[in-house]
């Protein structure tokens, strides 16, 4: 899985390139961190069209909810990472402790 942003810090590079291109700013550093997405321009359907590639991008399902609600980048990134370490995680091997 490489290229695929797995620490929350990644993942806000990530959110960030992805955002300046959907909100068609130049560089992603203008894009502020720790603002509520919609302070920024992220209506309901920036948001669909932003959960469909991060879905594709991710390989994880991500409820639009995460990005209606009044999540900044920082906050969102820390959900998306948690979200790629429960994806990734071993699952039990099925042997129970007697």
Same mark, same amino acid.
């Given at each position: 899985?490489?290229?695929?942003?797995?620490?929350?810090?990644?993942?806000?590079?990530? #959110?960030? !390139?992805? @955002?300046?291109?959907? %909100?068609? =700013? $130049?560089?992603?550093?203008?894009?502020?961190?720790?603002?509520?997405?919609?302070?920024?321009?992220?209506?309901?359907?920036?948001?669909?069209? #932003?959960? !469909?590639? @991060?879905?594709?991008? %991710?390989? =994880? $399902?991500?409820?639009?909810?995460?990005?209606?609600?009044?999540?900044?980048?920082?906050?969102?990134?820390?959900?998306?990472?948690?979200?790629?370490?429960?994806?990734?995680?071993?699952?039990?091997?099925?042997?129970?402790?007697?």
């Amino acid at each position: 899985m490489s290229g695929i942003p797995t620490t929350p810090q990644a993942m806000e590079a990530f #959110l960030c !390139r992805n @955002l300046a291109s959907y %909100l068609d =700013i $130049p560089p992603a550093h203008r894009i502020h961190r720790d603002r509520p997405l919609y302070s920024q321009g992220v209506d309901s359907l920036t948001a669909l069209s #932003l959960q !469909r590639r @991060l879905e594709r991008d %991710l390989h =994880i $399902p991500v409820p639009a909810s995460y990005l209606l609600r009044e999540n900044s980048v920082s906050e969102l990134a820390a959900v998306l990472a948690d979200l790629m370490r429960r994806s990734t995680a071993p699952q039990g091997s099925g042997v129970v402790a007697a």
